[in-house]
């Protein structure tokens, strides 16, 4: 079967045993497959799914879906950034701040400033590594 994309201005063939489908159905199944198919990909770069916490069934489902709640959340806060971040970096960034109190759209707007800001902000805290106590 072959689709033509007006857009592309290029000829797909698709070999198919779907005879009952028309090649336009079968161009857009592939191409919903193939989203699936990098959205697999991103999961199991940026998420730990090598090994699960649980060794059953209902365990293992809860950690898939955990991380797929988790990159989607990612997805959202990418989308809401002016700044430009690779998702792997942005990733990154985020697991390594996942316990400091911090605004997490500004500071991946602007990281330097941030924690520079967020440093900044009470000096009569204690400091843990300060020579100076």
């Given at each position: 079967m072959a689709y033509y994309d007006s857009?592309?201005?290029?000829?797909?063939?698709?070999?198919?045993?779907?005879l009952e489908l028309d090649a336009e159905q079968i161009a857009l199944i592939y191409k919903k497959r193939w989203e699936i198919e990098v959205f697999f990909k991103y999961l199991k770069q940026n998420f730990p799914l090598k090994y699960f916490l649980?060794?059953?069934?209902n365990a293992?489902?809860?950690q898939i879906w955990v991380a797929?709640?988790?990159?989607?959340l990612l997805?959202?806060?990418k989308k809401a950034l002016k700044r430009k971040w690779a998702f792997s970096n942005m990733v990154s960034m985020?697991?390594?701040?996942m316990m400091s109190?911090?605004?997490?759209?500004?500071?991946?707007?602007?990281p330097e400033k941030?924690?520079?800001?967020?440093?900044s902000t009470n000096p009569n805290q204690f400091k843990l590594f300060d020579s100076s106590a």
């Open positions: 857009k592309k201005d290029k000829v797909y063939v698709y070999i198919s045993n779907q649980g060794d059953n069934q293992i489902e809860i797929n709640i988790a990159m989607l997805q959202v806060i985020v697991r390594f701040h109190y911090i605004c997490l759209i500004s500071f991946l707007n602007d941030s924690w520079i800001k967020q440093n």
